[in-house]
């Protein structure tokens, strides 16, 4: 079944440390995204790409990265510079960047102890 | 500002009671109109798009409208097992920028 895979669902992390959360797709989608999702607010973009080796910072970039070596792969590591991760991550994909609906994965919820 | 709001914030219904959830937007040169289901812990489930104003979408309890403010998502004799938060988001402008609401939770009692 072509979808999108995200892991860990459930993570905890000490302040200070590193974390990548992992987006796998086999949709053959060209664009991936990441959001971030608080209680009581709209989803939030945090990166996106378009094709392989090519992203762009959404609203809230700051103190997050990643990478897209491969066309189903979009990993996001969240730094120690982010002041407040705590938070559900959703990765998404589309066809295409200009049109279309995005599909999400099942979110991936970090915690920071 | 481009703005997406969504409302009410939370809905309780009876299962058989039917009423609509609001998306009022105010952006330029809209491209598009998503409706998804979320689950409690789990990633958002597409619904419908709308493009333009008049268009209607439906799928099983659910209709999805659109004017050139607002979009309505009617549910019609809801049943438990539509609770869930639906959000709408917002696709505008040249670059394709894409803005959620904040979502409307909707409980449905038996």
């Known amino acids: 079944d072509g979808g999108i895979t995200q892991s860990p669902k459930y993570l905890f992390r000490k302040e200070g440390q590193n974390v990548t959360l992992s987006c796998e797709q086999n949709l053959n989608h060209d664009a991936m995204y990441w959001y971030r999702q608080d209680p009581g607010q709209g989803l939030r973009l945090i990166y996106y790409s378009q094709i392989v080796n090519d992203f762009q910072k959404g609203d809230i970039a700051e103190g997050y990265s990643v990478s897209r070596e491969k066309k189903e792969s979009f990993p996001l590591t969240v730094t120690s510079a982010q002041k407040n991760p705590t938070a559900f991550y959703l990765c998404a994909s589309k066809f295409r960047l200009d049109g279309g609906e995005l599909f999400f994965g099942e979110g991936s919820r970090l915690t920071v102890l | ?110």
């Open chain 2, 1 to 110: 500002e481009d703005q997406v709001t969504q409302s009410p914030e939370a809905l309780r219904l009876q299962e058989g009671e039917s009423s609509s959830l609001n998306c009022s937007y105010t952006v330029s040169g809209l491209r598009g109109l998503f409706w998804y289901r979320q689950d409690p812990g789990k990633g958002p489930e597409f619904l419908f798009t709308l493009y333009s104003a008049g268009e209607e979408k439906e799928k099983e309890r659910l209709k999805a409208t659109l004017t050139k403010k607002e979009s309505f998502l009617h549910i019609t004799a809801p049943k438990p097992e539509d609770s869930a938060t639906y959000l709408c988001a917002v696709s505008f402008g040249g670059a394709q920028k894409l803005v959620f609401g904040q979502g409307t939770r909707l409980t449905i009692n038996p």
